[in-house]
């Protein structure tokens, strides 16, 4: 094993270079901090002024073209650029797949998308007089695996059921069918509809919106996403008194402790217990191995003669339903034809925040990745994904809450830090991301794992897991959503006893104490009336409400809350780099060392480690130097630059 890194900055550095970035007073965040990172072309170091000229350049230029008026926009241009950006990565993407990170990030995916899609296959069994089964969702999570792992331009977003799309599939079921209308034609006009909107949205470049959207709308809409799968999860289990009293209890019983058990696997991934690699092999394979022990579990000693609901299934490869697989989309009325119009402009409305948001937390501030995204080219492979699904008769497959984080995080390079080599400080540590793998194969195994789950021998399997581990599963899902997401952690904050919080907490250094209540209460509200809106008839128009909060927090909340409350308390979801293909994040400026033209920060930005960046943190920048024992790296901790030693990867 390599020996530790350890990171030492003297409290009076001598013979450093200090270099000068400076960002607008008003809005200090993590992401205006950074240096701009060399793109492919550029990969030489940056000069003094921190900008090459090469991205000098380019900046200048961006900043001029984001002077057009938001009304003038080129067609097709955002496909075109979004192609021509990642294109020369599609190589890279699947040579960098030779990498370790990519079995545990493989075989968890398989679990963490195939299990909840099936538990949301239950629903949708239940609630649509078992219209959609086993067979539909595994094989939309296939479409989409293997469409957006060949050609899109995001690969490492995860794609496939999801909790809204199943509340959308069963409203519509209740809409429609009392008028006789056949679900299935339907179904498939509101994907022929929702492909052309999708490809006019792609087309117009309309995801150069996603620029207004920030922490804010992403928090709410995750928010919402964990309480989905805690209330799916609580749903199963009522289903549970349909056999009798004890099968319901035993369930309880089993889904809470697949729960703890699964979230126990992941606090010792993060802990100090265990050699490193027992840790990483609990991590990587805890949860799959909870779900295979407590499928056998429940057949010890007097619980084998329990019975407890399973996992229905059908035959391999047929749909659930006496149909085919191509949906005769003629078999309905003009009158219908037209009626799927507003149905399909609630999903692409849907589809377009929701698939947005799961590119976005996949590709976050806290992640560093290295390879551009391409949110337009993106959106036109959903549209073509959606209107096959619709032809097919399966779910209309998107982007995933929060598998697609948890996906990006299992490809996680890390590295362990000492903080100081101060003898009193000794033990000290702390893990950073050192980088990530960013390829297609492991979102494309999957998809094909979860293939090879459709046929016989692996069907009777599935219908061995309990309801009740799926139940767990889901809770285990939703927890660990809600543990990451920003209203948690900021009702936390407002917990605490403020005499007790370090003063190291960003959220310290907000002066109106209101302002933080404030801010949260309008994310409790905006979430709450979005889980209310699902429990009724009209839940098939719960993303507008999502959507509409995001011209809100653009240009209604900078009214009564500061620049520097909103800088404390919001933040871009992804780094310029990211965000490069919509042209910035919005309001996001940088000058250049001598403090002279402000350039425009959409150009392409190494992005360091989570969490905010406050005087005296460290953001590292620069390459990573493959050769040699020794490794440098360039920090900015107010103009410092340290050396590392190797590292210990985990």
């Not at 404030?518 to 889980?531: P, Q, S």
Request: aromatic share 12%; hydrophobic share 45%.
């Amino acid at each position: 094993m390599a020996p530790q890194e350890t990171l030492t900055v003297p409290t009076q550095p001598h013979g450093v270079a200090v270099q000068n970035v400076t960002s607008p007073s008003h809005s200090k965040k993590p992401w205006q901090s950074r240096m701009p990172f060399a793109s492919s072309k550029a990969r030489h170091h940056h000069g003094g002024n921190g900008l090459s000229r090469e991205r000098t350049g380019h900046s200048r230029h961006s900043g001029v073209s984001r002077k057009n008026a938001w009304w003038k926009t080129r067609l097709f241009s955002g496909m075109v650029n979004d192609i021509r950006r990642r294109a020369p990565f599609y190589w890279s993407d699947w040579k960098d797949a030779w990498d370790y990170r990519v079995v545990p990030a493989t075989v968890y995916m398989y679990f963490a998308n195939i299990l909840p899609a099936l538990a949301f296959s239950l629903d949708m069994f239940a609630k649509t007089d078992q219209s959609f089964g086993v067979n539909e969702v595994l094989l939309s999570s296939v479409l989409a695996s293997v469409v957006f792992s060949l050609a899109a331009c995001q690969p490492l977003v995860i794609v496939g059921v999801t909790g809204p799309i199943t509340v959308f599939n069963y409203t519509v079921y209740d809409i429609i069918t009392p008028r006789g209308t056949n679900y299935f034609a339907f179904m498939a006009w509101i994907g022929i509809w929702a492909l052309i909107f999708h490809w006019i949205l792609a087309v117009t470049n309309s995801c150069n919106g996603l620029r207004y959207v920030t922490r804010f709308s992403c928090d709410i809409f995750g928010f919402y996403v964990a309480f989905i799968y805690l209330q799916k999860g609580i749903q199963v289990l009522t289903r549970q008194w349909e056999v009798n009293d004890t099968s319901a209890y035993l369930s309880i019983a089993i889904a809470l402790l697949v729960t703890v058990v699964a979230y126990l696997c992941g606090i010792i991934g993060h802990s100090s217990l265990f050699q490193r690699h027992i840790r990483k092999f609990v991590e990587d394979y805890g949860t799959p191995l909870t779900v295979v022990f407590f499928t056998g579990f429940v057949h010890i000693g007097k619980m084998a003669n329990i019975e407890l609901l399973k996992l229905p299934t059908s035959r391999a490869f047929f749909p659930t339903s006496d149909r085919g697989w191509f949906i005769h989309f003629w078999d309905i009325s003009v009158a219908d034809v037209f009626l799927a119009i507003p149905f399909a402009i609630l999903l692409t409305i849907l589809f377009w925040f929701d698939h947005n948001v799961s590119s976005l937390i996949a590709q976050g501030t806290e992640f560093p990745l290295r390879k551009p995204a391409g949110f337009h080219w993106d959106i036109f492979l959903l549209g073509l994904t959606t209107g096959v699904a619709g032809l097919l008769g399966i779910p209309f497959p998107n982007g995933l809450i929060p598998q697609a984080p948890f996906h990006t995080t299992s490809l996680c390079v890390t590295r362990t830090v000492s903080d100081t080599d101060a003898e009193a400080n000794k033990g000290h540590t702390r893990r950073i991301v050192d980088h990530v793998v960013e390829q297609r194969v492991s979102n494309l195994a999957q998809g094909l794992l979860t293939l090879g789950t459709m046929t016989g021998p692996l069907l009777v399997v599935l219908h061995l897991i309990p309801q009740a581990v799926l139940a767990g599963l889901f809770f285990v899902m939703g927890i660990q959503a809600l543990e990451a997401n920003g209203i948690t952690l900021k009702l936390l904050f407002l917990a605490k006893d403020r005499h007790l919080t370090p003063r190291s907490d960003p959220l310290m250094r907000v002066e109106r104490r209101r302002a933080v209540w404030v801010f949260v209460a309008l994310e409790l509200v905006g979430f709450g009336a979005t889980f209310a809106i699902t429990q009724t008839i009209a839940a098939i128009g719960f993303p507008v409400f999502i959507f509409l909060y995001i011209p809100m927090r653009t240009f209604g909340m900078p009214m009564w809350f500061t620049p520097q409350e909103l800088g404390l308390l919001d933040a871009p979801t992804a780094s310029p780099f990211t965000m490069e293909s919509v042209g910035g994040n919005h309001g996001e400026v940088v000058r250049d060392a001598a403090g002279g033209e402000v350039l425009d920060e959409s150009d392409e930005a190494e992005r360091g480690e989570a969490g905010s960046v406050k005087e005296g943190d460290v953001v590292e920048e620069g390459r990573r130097n493959a050769e040699g024992a020794g490794r440098r790296r360039s920090s900015i901790r107010t103009g410092v630059e340290i050396e590392l030693g190797n590292v210990e990867k985990a």
